[in-house]
Structure formats: C-alpha cells, structure tokens
C-alpha cells in the first residue's frame, strides 16, 4: 500500500505559474503527473524515474519542469507560462518495480484571467 498526497493546484492567470507537490508514503520507482479535464479524457503530463529519466507531453514542453526528491518520496510539477488549457483536475501517479500504480486524489489547476 502507497498513498500519494499532493498539494500546490489553484488559481492562477494566464502566464503565471505554478508548483505541485506530491508526497509518497514510501519510495517509487516511477512518478508522474496526469491531468484531466472536464469531459476528457485523463492524460499523462510528464515522468521521471527514481533515476531521473524524464518524459513529457508535447502540449507542455518548455514549460513544465517535472522533478522529484528521492529522500523526501516527493515529485514536484513546476508549471510555468500557463495557459486557460491546462485548466484540469492533476493527479499525482507513482508505478512501483512489480508494475503496481498508485494514485493521488488529485488537485484543481485553473488558469484564467
């Protein structure tokens, strides 16, 4: 059993940004970010391994930095220069090495003016 609490998603204006927080009750070896929208379906932000590979969704590049904090289990998600389209509900997700997924509860982000 993992449990991921995450922290950071509010209001901000187009442009601003933001920084999400989700803390882990024990190591993982994969974490991510996904989000959805309303009526959507949920994709995946972006990923990083224990050791730091990371993988991101095009619609974010250049301006999501994904990170993480092996001694703390904890995985940040700076979201820079934002726009209304990332208006989505962020789940945090980690994958353990025997391929079982865990998630967040999730937290809201709205960008708008």
């Known amino acids: 059993q993992v449990q991921l609490v995450e922290s950071g998603g509010g209001l901000v204006q187009p442009g601003g940004s933001l920084r999400l927080s989700c803390v882990a009750s024990?190591?993982?070896?994969?974490m991510g970010w996904y989000r959805q929208a309303p009526g959507n379906q949920r994709e995946q932000v972006a990923t990083i391994t224990r050791g730091g590979t990371t993988n991101y969704a095009d619609s974010v590049k250049g301006r999501f930095t994904i990170s993480r904090d092996n001694g703390k289990n904890t995985v940040y998600l700076q979201m820079n220069s934002l726009k209304p389209e990332d208006t989505a509900v962020y789940y945090c997700?980690?994958?353990?090495?025997?391929?079982?997924?865990?998630w967040g509860q999730g937290t809201q982000v709205t960008v708008s003016a």
């Open positions: 997700r980690g994958d353990d090495i025997f391929g079982r997924a865990y």
């Open positions: 024990r190591n993982i070896f994969t």
